[in-house]
């Protein structure tokens, strides 16, 4: 017995726990601890997740953990009890208010020890030198360690935080610890981003909201408030400022489709939830970034959310913009970002942050929650729920601004457009849309043509007219006419040719789940959809009418990515204006007043990269 409490306390590794919070360089990466304390957490409703507050010793100090819920099974399994040793794997320390809260998401139980009695004599975290005059750490005695405690020592610890106000924040929870089972409970949070007053109007009704991107040293959570929140409340908050949000506010599953928050859950305030500016804005982190290099960007994909700093190289005027969606103006203006790669980058910034832009040419930029476009090979947008600070106090700012007075300003930079803008099919952007996305927003109906592309299955292909008569000269492609028997006329190059070259003119009505619609297609991508060229098809039209219609209904059923272009049709159109003048039946005024949609190019599903696309699409929504 002796024996393997001598061994046991050979194999912990002691003062490993403080190292962890104290960040210590040659720390133990993934120490060996004792559990000294098990307690499901009170207060919760049937059918959610467990919590798990555990307490960890490395035989000098002890700490609290919160069991992150992927960890549960441990427990719920009866792997880890109370005395076993267990190395920790993965965790996050944090320091909430004056506590000291170990958020651990892995381990692995050490079962060749079994349970053992508490090894040593720890004690509990002490709070940093700088607050100890206002700080006394308590110490339990040993007969309560492995009892249930942890509620006792809870209250101890925050009787003694120092602000007058403090006491009302009993329940400081990391924003990990938040979900929709906990009750009391108060963050302390950063506030890294703030939305512009939001307004719908629908058939059930009008209102407004606004989020608030909140963030402690466990993760990050969105808050939106609607209403009358959201006249309360807006003004509370600023960027960048720390907060006390205090419960009643509602936990619930998080619409990951409107966040680039990599959270489960979000906040939606109550009428008396509780917003305080926090004495002390230090102990909370500053903003987390995830940087993407400039010369990096082509190997993001496209409509992927990132983070990026860059000197601000050029700042572009303000335009106004009229948005396809909503109908309504915003503003807009476009920047220049370089860095240390050699390469520069457009960045678009919207609404409020553009009208008010004032950061100068020269300055380091940090942006969080940008998107990537292909439109000129790479170019990157500010979502509405990110953020931008300026010189912002990290490495990162002063390693660009040395970098950039020490010559970087005189290089000369690439652009993305150069490297990636032919594999593209041209410096433009093509958003993937749906049908009824596509109806909806109105594409090609404005002066200029819209670009897009879409996934969509063929329905049906006209017949009547395929194809038309070409030139055979290179490049002309030009309709000629048959004046005489195997004599073909092109009016463009003056000369009779013996036959003509059939080109495609397909009329092709395609649909997804919102809708159809009606594509055009050229002769490249006639004969993709097809399988063959219109020479050949028309020789079997020629020959073999029931082939003919064969080959059509197999290209039906066939599902393609389209990359179109919508432009109203201007021949149409003028055509339009002088039917009007005679009475038109409305069903047909369809026929004319048309937006055309030319495909340029289709590709056939890659359904490696489609499924990938969809698992990302359903994991937004939350469905195990
Ligand atoms: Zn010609």
């Known amino acids: 017995m002796a024996n393997i409490i001598a061994k046991a306390m050979a194999r912990v590794d002691a003062g490993a726990l403080n190292d962890i919070f104290d960040n210590k360089p040659g720390r133990v990466e993934q120490p060996v601890v004792q559990c000294v304390n098990i307690k499901r957490i009170s207060g919760q409703e049937p059918g959610g997740p467990e919590r798990y507050r555990v307490v960890f010793s490395d035989t000098k100090n002890y700490v609290q953990t919160m069991l992150a819920t992927a960890a549960n099974h441990h427990i719920q399994s009866g792997a880890l009890r109370c005395g076993m040793l267990l190395q920790l794997l993965g965790y996050q320390a944090n320091n909430v208010k004056q506590r000291k809260i170990l958020i651990v998401t892995d381990l692995k139980c050490l079962e060749e020890y079994g349970e053992l009695k508490k090894l040593g004599n720890p004690e509990p975290l002490k709070v940093k030198p700088e607050d100890e005059n206002t700080s006394h750490p308590t110490t339990i005695t040993s007969n309560t360690f492995y009892g249930n405690s942890s509620n006792q020592h809870q209250q101890s610890m925050v009787s003694h935080t120092k602000a007058p106000t403090s006491s009302d924040h009993a329940n400081i929870y990391p924003i990990e610890g938040l979900s929709p089972y906990s009750h009391k409970w108060t963050i302390k949070v950063r506030c890294t981003s703030k939305s512009d007053i939001r307004t719908w109007h629908n058939r059930n009704g009008e209102g407004k909201l606004f989020s608030v991107n909140l963030l402690d040293e466990s993760g990050e959570i969105r808050a939106t408030g609607f209403n009358d929140e959201c006249d309360q409340l807006y003004p509370a908050f600023q960027e960048g400022s720390v907060y006390y949000i205090t419960s009643p506010c509602r936990v619930q599953i998080a619409k990951k489709q409107f966040s680039n928050i990599n959270n489960d859950y979000e906040l939606t305030f109550e009428r008396d939830t509780r917003v305080e500016k926090a004495e002390d804005q230090q102990d909370v982190p500053q903003v987390k970034f995830n940087f993407v290099r400039i010369s990096e960007l082509a190997s993001v994909e496209k409509d992927t959310t990132i983070d990026v700093i860059g000197i601000l190289r050029d700042v572009g005027e303000t335009s106004q913009i009229t948005s396809k969606t909503t109908s309504k103006p915003y503003d807009k203006r476009e920047l220049t970002l370089v860095d240390q790669t050699g390469f520069s980058v457009r960045l678009t910034v919207w609404g409020k942050t553009a009208s008010s832009f004032d950061v100068l040419p020269g300055s380091v930029v940090a942006f969080k929650g940008v998107k990537v476009s292909d439109f000129g090979g790479r170019s990157l947008s500010l979502l509405s729920s990110g953020s931008m600070a300026a010189n912002p106090d990290i490495q ?15 290089e000369n930079f690439s652009t ?48 009547n007219t395929f194809c038309y008569p070409s030139c055979l000269t290179e490049g002309c492609n030009k309709k000629v006419n048959e004046v005489y028997p195997g004599q073909w006329r092109c009016e463009r190059c003056d000369k009779n040719h013996p036959k003509p070259e059939y080109r495609y003119i397909l009329s092709v009505n395609v649909s997804d789940h919102t809708g159809q619609l ?21 020789e079997i039209k020629e020959t073999n009418e029931k082939k003919l219609a064969d080959i059509f209904s197999d290209a039906n059923c066939r599902t393609w990515n389209f990359k179109c272009k919508a432009k109203m049709d201007v021949f149409q159109e003028e055509q339009r204006q002088v039917l009007s003048l005679s009475p038109v039946k409305s069903s047909h005024a369809d026929e004319f007043d048309r937006v055309r949609y030319q495909v340029q190019a289709a590709s056939p599903l890659n359904f490696v990269a489609e499924s ?13």
């Open 518 to 538: 009606w594509l055009s297609c050229f002769d490249d991508t006639g004969r993709q959809l097809i399988g063959m060229t219109a020479d050949k098809l028309m």
């Open 416 to 463: 993305h457009a150069s490297v990636t803008g032919t594999v593209t099919g041209g410096a433009r952007s093509d958003p993937f849309k749906t049908i009824i996305e596509v109806k909806d927003e109105q594409l090609g109906m404005s002066e200029n043509a819209d670009w897009f592309s879409v996934k969509a299955s063929i329905q049906h292909i006209k017949q």
């Open 612 to 624: 990938e696309k969809l698992v990302a699409l359903i994991k937004q929504y939350n469905i195990d």
């Open 396 to 410: 990162e700012a002063y390693k660009l601004k040395g970098w950039y007075s020490n010559g970087g300003q005189s």
